[in-house]
């Protein structure tokens, strides 16, 4: 028996899939356990400050634009430690204790940041701060993998987002009204946010104790069985997973390609003398359709052949960013727009989920910790990329964009597999017999 049909075996039970198997099915059937992980992500990202409002605070603060500049960029960076961290911790300790260490952590270290003496102690916080506050990310997902039965888990995932995207929106609002009081009143703000998380998680989610130590024996056992892993562990015995090393590819252009709207999009309307009223509103058209048929749209995705869901999630990026290249004229960039958004109420939930649903238990966590990391990392390089190509070629900065992203898709199509189908590729283990 392979790791992937044990995956199954530790799925809760559950109804099989059926035609009506939806948002509110699921949510219905759903564990209480995984309801508090989709409120936690909810409350995680409404309280969500610091990285909104940080520059501001530290220009507040006396420090130059560039000091606040670099603050941000650690902020990022910790963003990505903290992904490869989370998932490495999940596997070792898991979910559920990850999560409370995150959670608590983070509330200690966000307060910190109001009261460090120097620009260095004030730096490391705000490392410390994204890198621990990211740890929960892998843990969320694994636990919503292992309390979620299998067919349940892309549209588990959609509901995650959702809760996500809601507390993105409405996050900088609430954050204006609390720095209308102070910015004390701002950063206790989100460290009480993470403590109400850390509360739900105490009380909501089962100990894995038994469960992590399960993990480790299999852990043991495939690795004497599969020469793949021999002499690997942690994220070693991850990479050397070639096809996934792919996908992992295929997430980092796409998330570098992505993230253009932030940063290309409005230098190209601004340079055409179009009113930013229409990047306003571009931004405005992708939020309102992934908040309000993200979740109709997994509704039918989740039945569809991965591959399928691959080439129209990551493909429709390629095309939309195309579309901005034909002219500089708001009409280009309204449906250029809708195009790419349709990728992402179609693929978002899919390649989320992927990850979880890709490697074996014992290495869950650090399956999605890579992906993470790497769709952080793009995130975070993809605006500086983007703008200084857009300088250098104008216009024409699209057509790249259309092509990495075609890259990409391809390499997507190359590294996702079927979870389904994926123990053909993998040898039985000793701790199946």
């Known amino acids: 028996m392979t790791a992937v049909v044990e995956n199954e075996k530790n799925m809760p039970p559950g109804p099989p899939a059926k035609p009506d198997d939806g948002v509110f099915v699921t949510l219905r059937e759903t564990p209480r356990a995984v309801k508090a992980l ?17 520059v501001l605070f530290l220009t507040d603060r006396g420090f130059s634009a560039t000091q606040a500049g670099l603050a941000l960029g ?10 490869f961290a ?43 701060v994204s890198t621990v506050g990211q740890f929960y990310r892998p843990a969320a997902q694994t636990m919503l993998t292992e309390l979620t039965p299998r067919h349940r888990v892309v549209m588990i995932t959609a509901m995650y987002r959702l809760g996500l995207n809601l507390g993105m929106t409405a996050a900088p609002l609430i954050g204006a009204a609390l720095l209308s009081v102070s910015y004390n009143a701002l950063f206790w703000g989100e460290a009480a946010a993470a403590l109400i998380f850390g509360v739900t998680v105490m009380f909501a989610l ?16 495939a690795e004497e069985a599969d020469p ?14 070639w096809r996934y ?44 359709i992934v908040i309000t048929c993200e979740l109709a749209m997994t509704k039918i995705v989740q039945k569809w052949p991965i591959r399928l869901t691959a080439l129209l999630g990551l493909g429709l990026v390629s095309v939309g960013y195309a579309i ?31 990850p979880a649903l890709a490697g074996p238990e ?71 017999t």
């Open 38 to 54: 989709l409120f936690g992500g909810f409350i995680s990202r409404l309280a969500a400050f610091i990285q909104i409002y940080l």
């Open 74 to 83: 650690v902020y990022g960076a910790g963003a990505v430690v903290g992904s």
């Open 86 to 128: 989370g998932g490495s911790l999940s596997d070792r300790l898991g979910a559920r204790t990850v999560t409370l260490i995150s959670m608590g952590g983070s509330a200690l270290l966000i307060v910190s940041i109001l009261y460090a003496p120097t620009y260095a102690l004030l730096l490391a916080a705000v490392f410390m």
């Open 206 to 221: 089962p100990k894995r104790a038994a469960h992590a130590a399960h993990v480790a024996e299999k852990q043991e056992a």
């Open 228 to 241: 793949a892993t021999q002499g690997r562990s942690g994220y070693l015995a991850v990479f050397a997973d």
């Open 245 to 288: 090393s792919v996908y992992l590819l295929a997430m980092l252009l796409t998330s570098i390609v992505y993230c253009q709207y932030t940063a290309t999009l409005p230098l190209d309307i601004s340079a055409a003398g179009i009113s930013l009223w229409w990047y306003g509103a571009a931004v405005s058209l992708n939020g309102f």
């Open 324 to 354: 901005y290249a034909i002219s500089p004229l708001p009409i280009w960039f309204m449906i250029g727009t809708l195009v790419w958004t349709l990728s992402e109420i179609i693929g978002g939930p899919t390649t989320f989920a992927y």
């Open 362 to 432: 014992r290495l869950r966590g650090r399956y999605i910790g890579a992906m993470q990391s790497v769709f952080g990392l793009g995130t975070a390089i993809g605006p500086v990329i983007g703008t200084l190509v857009w300088f250098q070629v104008g216009r024409s900065v699209w057509l790249w964009a259309a092509l990495v992203s075609a890259i990409a898709t391809v390499a997507g199509l190359i590294g996702m597999r079927d979870p389904h189908k994926a123990e053909e590729s993998r040898p039985a283990t000793a701790s199946a």
